[in-house]
């Protein structure tokens, strides 16, 4: 007994001093997907992808994809998960497989594992997160050599945020722990949190240089410059060179050193490289004058190897003085921050097109005398855009413009020529957005404005809403000052005689030339900002409060600038359910496509889930494309350099 006894104590000794032990402690993680061990589809090249940070620009992506022959993309982190890898996945593709890496501690960079799965990357890509758990995790480790090695054997290598951090021959280490302010660096180069670390990556074409990211908007070009002058001092190098790259943006680099950028809407790499130190660094506020800044666009040509920069989009020379930037030159660069993209590729043109609608409209459909009544409310509306963009004005302006000119006309489903509900009342919806701000404005079930476009822009600048409705709706307008007109103002004979056709037969078709009646424009001005309205009726014979696509932002209208501007028509709960107007943004700032191709997909997919309709979009750079899966949209164009032009039928010439 005493015997069984004691055993007993001894497993439970046993077992408590295994629960008390402590696990032993994980120094990375890893997750995969794809083939990890299938042959990669082509050939590798030594390229180098800089990144922002934030939203990833897939074109350049796939350029990545492209440089690492299709192969095994690595993924290498400091904190987090699989996240990242699964963005790649759904996002870009093209890869055989893909695998992350995250390092909790230096000892993973010596781990034979991690070593192994490196060594057979055909492109490596490092994380955002906090560029000095790399710097401790990797400097001066196995994984800092495979890194050096990888861009020598010819595969590309990759980081944002704080992966980008670490590229260039130098980095901001951000050793402290923080994130060093301009306003803090300018008036002390050598002070706590200036932390600039040296003989971490040696990469081509980076030699002299010092990367930063999340660039304009966080305002980063003062600890930049201060950096580059600490570094010039310090190394006796006047090549030191600074890169930073904005949110949203990529600098890719071909093997040869030549490079270009990527961005979703506007985005830029900015060149600072003084070629000189400053007169003096020391704990004290720093003076650099005379430092230029040179904006790399997506127009531009930039060659790391020579440094030059061919169309770049702007060209500056700031002035840092007792620590801070003078008034002019913190002007200067936030006025270079904010240079739309068309007008970095050197464009200067305006342009405008518009839409009154969708519907079944065959030729013959129309008596000639209705199709020149049409075009001439076409006409007169490009004609009021016009006016603004020619002389100087702004996209938002002529896009209210245009729409006034629409709503006004009783042949067109909005405004004066709204159809009527099913209890017999005009029920008016618009919106506009400006793609400067992405600041936008809407009304739905408006009774009493004149012009619903102008009481969704009040809304948009006057007060802090996006939309109102109903009865709230007019009581602000009412407020706003804008011009009231009363219900018999918006009947018209034809539009009321729909309504009692329609009380007959729900089911019969209603003006089949302009059953999905709707008014919009797109505009691009002279310094590249884009805008985008659209205004409405809705349908014959709706009930219960029923609102459609046209004031539902990303759906009936949408603006962002360098990237689209649309306006949609047609069966509004599929647009919303389509996300339509956003879909086709989307399409160009992710996937790169063409707007016309864009446009095309958009209403190919409302097609698909039983929607139909049309859409007018524009790109940052001022092409227009029109969309429809109806056999008729009344739509027109103008621009700076082509004379106004309609078009109804789905066969008649567009842009």
């Given amino acids: 007994m005493n015997r069984l006894r004691t055993l007993a104590i001894c497993l439970l000794t046993c077992v408590a001093t295994a629960q008390a032990a402590p696990a ?78 995250v390092f909790h501690d230096r000892a993973a960079a010596s781990d034979p594992r991690v070593l192994k799965i490196l060594g057979r990357a055909d492109g490596i890509f490092i994380g955002g997160g906090d560029q000095s758990n790399y710097v401790r995790y990797f400097k001066g480790t196995p994984v800092n050599t495979l890194l050096d090695a990888h861009v020598r054997a010819g595969k590309p290598l990759g980081g944002t945020s704080a992966g980008l951090a670490i590229l260039g021959a130098y980095s901001y280490g951000a050793m402290d722990g923080g994130s060093l302010l301009s306003t803090e660096a ?11 670390v040296g003989d971490f990556l040696h990469l081509p074409h980076l030699e002299h240089v010092i990367t930063d990211s ?30 930073g790259i904005d949110e949203k943006g990529a600098l890719c680099v071909e093997p040869d050193g030549r490079a270009r950028v990527y961005s979703i809407g506007r985005g830029f790499a900015w060149l600072v490289r003084p070629l000189r130190a400053p007169d003096v660094i020391a704990a004290a506020p720093l003076n650099f004058r005379g430092v230029p800044v040179i904006g790399i666009g997506e127009e531009s040509e930039f060659n790391l190897v020579t440094m030059a920069v061919l169309r770049p989009a702007f060209r ?32 200067s043109g305006w342009a405008l097109a518009i839409h009154g609608g969708a519907g079944v409209i065959e030729r013959g459909d129309l008596t000639p005398q209705k199709e020149a009544a049409y075009r001439a409310g076409l006409n007169a509306a490009l004609a009021a855009g016009q006016k603004v963009l020619a002389s100087g004005g702004a996209s938002l302006d002529a896009v209210e413009a245009a729409i006034r000119v629409l709503e006004d006309d009783p042949l067109f489903n909005a405004g004066r ?61 009412v407020e706003q000052g804008l011009p009231q007109a009363p219900p018999d103002y918006f009947r018209t004979e034809e539009r009321w005689q729909q309504l009692l056709d329609w009380r007959r037969d729900h089911a019969a078709e209603l003006d089949r030339t302009h059953s999905r009646g709707t008014v919009g424009a797109v505009a691009i001005d002279i310094k590249g900002h884009v805008a985008a309205g659209t205004s409405t009726g809705g349908m014959t014979g709706k009930r219960w409060g029923r ?23 047609g069966s509004g709960e599929y647009f919303i359910r389509a996300s339509a107007a956003r879909q086709l943004c989307d399409r160009i700032a992710w996937h790169g496509e063409p707007v016309q191709s864009a446009a ?25 494309a029109f969309a429809m899966n109806s056999s008729g949209m009344y739509r027109g164009w103008v621009t700076s350099t082509r004379p106004a032009a309609t078009a109804i039928y789905s066969n008649e010439k567009s842009p």
């Fill in 316 to 347: 500056l020379e700031v002035n840092i003085v007792d620590g801070a930037f003078d008034a002019e030159s913190l002007a200067a660069l936030k006025r270079a921050a904010l240079t739309p993209v068309a007008a970095a590729g050197g464009a």
């Fill in 214 to 243: 999340h660039f304009a908007i966080r305002e980063r070009w003062g600890r930049l410059i201060t950096f580059v002058g600490r570094l010039a001092t310090e190394q006796k190098d006047a090549g030191i060179t600074g890169i």
């Fill in 186 to 196: 300018m008036p002390n180069p050598l002070g706590p949190g200036v932390t600039l």
């Fill in 24 to 101: 032993a402690k994980r120094t990375y993680d890893y997750y995969s997907a794809g083939k990890v061990d299938a042959p990669r589809a082509a050939r590798t090249e030594g390229a180098l992808m800089l990144l922002g940070g934030g939203d990833w620009p897939v074109p350049a992506f796939r350029w990545f994809v492209q440089k690492m022959g299709g192969g095994h993309l690595v993924i290498l982190r400091a904190s987090g998960e699989d996240d990242l890898q699964k963005d790649f996945l759904n996002e870009i593709g093209g890869a055989t497989s893909v695998e992350t890496l």
């Fill in 600 to 624: 095309s997909a958009t209403i190919e997919n409302i097609g698909n889930i039983g929607g139909d309709g049309g859409v007018i979009a524009m790109d940052g750079a001022g092409q227009i």
């Fill in 547 to 569: 609102i459609g696509d046209s004031p539902v932002i990303g759906a009936g209208t949408y603006a962002a600038d360098g990237t689209c501007a649309v306006s949609a028509t």
């Fill in 417 to 477: 020529g709204a159809v009527f509900t099913a209890d017999g009342r005009n029920e008016l919806d618009a919106s506009i957005m400006d793609g400067h701000t992405l600041k936008a404005g809407a009304v739905a079930g408006v009774t009493r404005t004149r012009n619903p476009i102008s009481l969704a822009r009040a809304v948009m600048e006057k007060s802090p809403h996006v939309m109102l409705a109903r009865e709230g709706a007019d009581q602000f307008s």
